[in-house]
């Protein structure tokens, strides 16, 4: 029996073959997970019907499973309609997320254009596609080390 909270067989079996500075992308409804992928990567669709699961939903579960360096947002460019609304409420709730998984890296957004080629990178080992409507609510851990 599993002591963490993440159930899914096929995405567990993703992550026990992954190691250090393997990337995870939790995906919005709206991101094109199947073009913006790295050449190693599993994607699994969770994209029941809209707004199940969210991203932060599957991002609880993940950080119950494994250790993690990094969080990425997807940065909003600034001519983009909705970089004048400020940022996003989905990040808020992935800092939250992470604080009380016990990870003390900050969630830091990245550009659009550099979250993709970090996805696209030979280090993304998945995706979960989500049908999460909250705008720019892609989130991209990299994996850190097992110290225990």
């Known amino acids: 029996m599993l002591k963490h909270t993440l159930l899914h067989p096929e995405i567990s079996a993703v992550l ?9 992308l939790v995906a919005d409804g709206n991101y094109p997970a199947s073009t ?6 599993t994607v699994i669709s969770l994209n029941l019907s809209p707004g199940v699961v ?6 609880r579960a993940l950080l119950s499973a494994v250790p993690v360096d990094e969080i990425n947002t997807m940065g909003i460019p600034p001519d983009d309609p909705y970089a ?15 604080a ?4 003390a890296a900050p969630v830091t957004p990245i550009s659009k254009w550099d ?20 705008l720019w609510a892609n989130v991209l851990l990299t994996m850190g080390c097992r110290t225990q």
């Open 54 to 59: 969210t991203v932060a939903q599957v991002l």
């Open 115 to 134: 979250f993709y080629r970090a996805v696209e990178s030979p280090d993304h080992v998945l995706t979960v596609q989500t049908a999460d409507q909250a």
């Open 16 to 24: 026990a073959r992954a190691g250090h500075h393997a990337k995870i």
């Open 84 to 98: 004048a609304a400020g940022e996003p409420p989905a990040w808020s709730e992935f800092r939250a997320l992470a």
């Open 36 to 41: 913006k992928k790295g050449p190693h990567a």
């Open 100 to 103: 009380a998984a016990g990870i």
